[in-house]
Structures are given as C-alpha cells and as structure tokens.
C-alpha cells in the first residue's frame, strides 16, 4: 500500500513538475517599437549626429537585419498588421481613421490578434505605449484584443503632445498635471510589467512614442545637443498646439532618451536573471516624419533611401530590426531576408508554441534568426496606403513597384524600380520590363481585399 501511494504521490508530483518544467522554458518576448524613427536614425544603421549605444549594443549581441519592411507607412495600420499578421491589402484597419471625441478604428471583435494567440500558448500580456486600434471601451480597445494589461495613449491624437493631461490604465482614464513626461510614465508600468510576470512567460508589447513629434524631451537631453546644433537655436517647430525652440536638438535628446531606457530594459532583464531567456525585437512603425521641426535631411534619418513618412519608396517603409535572444540568435550577425512586420506575428508564434491562424499574409523568420531549418520567403511584399491620392507598392525580389495618384486614375503608371541597382529609387525602368509591370499589376488585384472603412475613392477631375 505504501508503495502505491508513493507510486500515486509521485505521479501527481510529476504530472504537475513536467508542464511547469515545459511553460518555464518558453522564452519570453519583449517587442519595442519606435514612432516614426528612420531606418537611419541609428547609429548601428549609419546616423552619424548621435548615439545609440544600447540599441547598437542589441545589434552587436544580435541580429541586425538590412531589408526588414514595416507593415504601412503611418501608425495605425502598422499597428494593425503586427496584431493581425495580414499585411494592409488584408488586415482591418488600413489607415489613421479617426474618432470622435477620442480615439481611432477599432478592430473588429472577431480579429485574431497576437496577443490573445500568446495567451492561449499560457503568456501574460501587456501594452504600453500607443494603441491607436480603438477607442477606450471599444471592441478594439487593447483590452478587449488580448492584453492583460494595458497603460499609455488609447488615441494616437493624445499621442501628439509628451506631456498629455491623461492616459489610460486599463479602461480607466487616468488624469495627469500636465507637466509629466509621458514616456517616462510609460516606462515605469512596462518595467513593473517585467517585474510582475519574472516567474511565468510574458509578452511585453512596448510601442513608444519617441520619436514622433511634438519635439518634447526632458531638458537635460536636448540641452547638450542645443549646444552642438546650436546654428538652429533660432528655429521653432510647431506641432499640435505647442513649440518648441531648436527641434532638431530636441530629437536628437529624443532618441538618446530611447535608447537609454532600452538599456534600462536590457538591464533589468540581466538583474532578474531573465537576459537568456528572453528574445527582444525593436522594429520602427514607419520611415522618418517631417513634422514639428524635425529635419530629416539633416539626420539623413532615412538613410540612403528615398521617400518618407506617407511615402511607399523605401524611406518611407524600410525599417531598423534587431532581434537578440543569447544562447540562439547569433551575436554579431546580420541578415538581408526581405521580411516586414506581418512576419512577427507567425515568428512569434512558432517561438511560443502558439497556433498560426490559417489566413496570416506572414511567414515564420525563426529559422533565419536560430539558423536551424529552411527559411520560407515571400513571393512579393504588399502596401496599400489612401492618403494623398492613394497610393500602392509591392516588392518583389530586386523588383519594386509603386503607383500613385490612384484617386484620380484607378489605372495610373506604374513606376518601376530595380532596388539592388538603384536603392534610391530614382530610375523608372518600367519601359524596359513590361513583363515585370504586369506582374505587379496583377498583384495589385489578387493582394487587396475590399474594406468598407478603407478604399480607394477614384474621383473624376473636372475639366479645365
């Protein structure tokens, strides 16, 4: 009797150790995601003006990837292709659509988004920073689509100044003095978030603001840079309601206060013993702004590329990753896989365990990052963006095409590009390869799935 009580006592024991055994070694998974930072706004990717040395650190114990695409070419649609791992032909929410009083779109209740896959797989889940997928309450809002937890700005117009008079923790409107430097609110719940959830497999979701205008930073940042830059002391950029003397010192100051609390996460994951076990990404939304000052020319923030913000060239869509995970991604490396944000969510999922939905436009890049097994590509890459005119894009292996002014002509030129010659996008080739246009053409249909909200609106210009 003793004996099979032992046996019983063993096999509870065991059938308890075993799946917590299995549920520790999963990884946990920091996403950092910049606001309109160009690709060259770093100093591991070119940026020459200042420094960031904690982020070049991620690339030098990582991977640094050279044609990693992001998923639109403004904030809320990318936010919706990393949550949907469809790309904008497909994903719900394919543009800035605004809501009254407070905040954007929402996606739709029956949306499968990352989060609630990686609760499914047994992680907790937290955002912190901007949403902009729903306004506070809504079927969109962050806790209805997966998070557990949730603190920052619900609406990316709230998002405009650092210094808001209220954020949202959870579905609670939080009311601040108006002199609190947002990011650093953000940080803190994020860094507890961390702290919280050190004993079980967490996703800690991080779209920060910086750098996107207004050109707000706490003083002791943009001072040194006001002194360096100090020819533009009598510039002013104004950006929704507020200015700000020397903008561009101010970015600079932004960007440095980035990387400095990236380096406040990296450490606090090495002081709970987490470092090894944790994979963390850090991606940008999209190409470089031109708003509230800021100089892109000045920074070369898009790098060698062409275009930005709101752009479909590759300043507009080309985007900074750096993935480290120590133990499996290998430091130092770097990689030219033609990838963009509705990759994370499949990567992420065959990383967690997680189900992939049928229907995802992404594909898994684990093999490319751990070096183990065979690395599926794309056949094309897809954008389609309806501000100014409307516009679309595809890449296709050297091949890069882009049609504007679609407003006006559903069946407007196609410009086209070979990228691995002209990375800059300056010489339309698309006499000589008529074969190529076509192509592109018919991606252009079979990519795009109609959207009530979101559609092209082909209007006849008047006669003159």
């Known amino acids: 009797m003793t004996r099979i009580l032992s046996s019983l006592l063993l096999a509870i024991v065991l059938g308890w150790l075993f799946p917590q055994l299995a549920q ?22 070119g940026q020459e003006k200042f420094e960031t040395p904690n982020i070049d650190k991620l690339a030098t114990e990582g991977m640094r990837f050279t044609q990693h695409y992001s ?16 790309h904008t032909g497909h994903t719900p929410v394919r543009g800035n659509a605004e809501v009254k009083p407070v905040g954007q779109e929402p996606l739709p209740g029956e949306t499968v988004t990352l989060p609630e896959l990686l609760k499914e797989a047994g992680y907790t889940t937290g955002a912190f920073g901007k949403w902009g ?13 997966g998070f557990d937890v949730f603190f920052g700005y619900n609406c990316q117009r709230n998002a405009h100044t650092y210094y808001p008079t209220w954020l949202y923790d959870n579905e609670r409107k939080i009311e601040l003095d108006g002199d609190t430097y947002s990011h650093d609110l953000i940080m803190e719940h994020a860094l507890q978030f961390i702290r919280d ?7 800690c979701y991080l779209p920060i603001t910086i750098p996107h205008a207004a050109m707000h930073v706490p003083d002791e940042y943009s001072k040194p840079f006001r002194e360096k830059f100090a020819q533009f002391e009598d510039k002013t950029g104004k950006y929704a309601g507020t200015t700000v003397t020397n903008p561009v010192a101010a970015f600079a100051g932004m960007c440095v206060k980035m990387d400095e609390d990236v380096g406040r996460v990296m450490d606090l994951l090495k002081h709970l013993d987490l470092d090894d076990n944790t994979i963390v990404m850090f991606s940008s939304d999209n190409g470089p702004h031109q708003e509230g000052g800021h100089d892109p020319e000045f ?11 709101r752009d479909l060239t590759d300043g507009g869509i080309r ?55 065979e690395q599926p590509t794309h056949d094309y890459l897809y954008w389609e963006f309806f501000e100014r005119g409307g ?70 210009k008047a006669s003159k």
């Open 24 to 45: 520790a070694k999963k990884p946990n998974i920091v996403y950092i995601l910049a606001d309109d930072l160009g690709i060259g706004d770093l100093s591991c990717y």
């Open 71 to 86: 998923g639109s070419t403004v904030c809320a649609p990318t936010r919706s292709v990393l949550m949907t791992g469809l």
């Open 133 to 145: 997928l729903g306004y506070p309450g809504s079927e969109g809002d962050p806790t209805k689509q």
């Open 197 to 203: 959830n050190q004993d079980r497999p967490f996703f």
């Open 299 to 309: 920074f070369n923030s898009n790098g060698p590329y062409r275009g930005h913000k």
């Open 319 to 373: 985007a900074p990753f750096i993935v480290r995970w120590p133990g499996h991604v290998s430091a130092g490396s770097e990689s030219d896989l033609i990838s963009a944000h509705w990759d994370i969510l499949p990567t992420l999922c065959e990383l967690a365990g997680a189900e992939l939905p049928a229907d995802v436009d992404g594909i898994s890049m684990l093999p490319t990052l751990t070096g183990q097994g």
């Open 391 to 460: 516009k679309r894009g595809v890449r296709m292996g050297k091949w890069k095409g882009v049609q504007t002014d679609m407003t006006n002509n559903p069946n407007a030129p196609i410009a086209l590009y070979n990228i691995e010659e002209d990375i800059d996008e300056s010489e339309d080739v698309s006499d000589q390869h008529p074969e190529v246009v076509k192509r592109v053409r018919e991606i252009f249909d079979e990519a795009h799935t109609e959207n009530d909200r979101f559609k092209f609106r082909f209007e006849r």
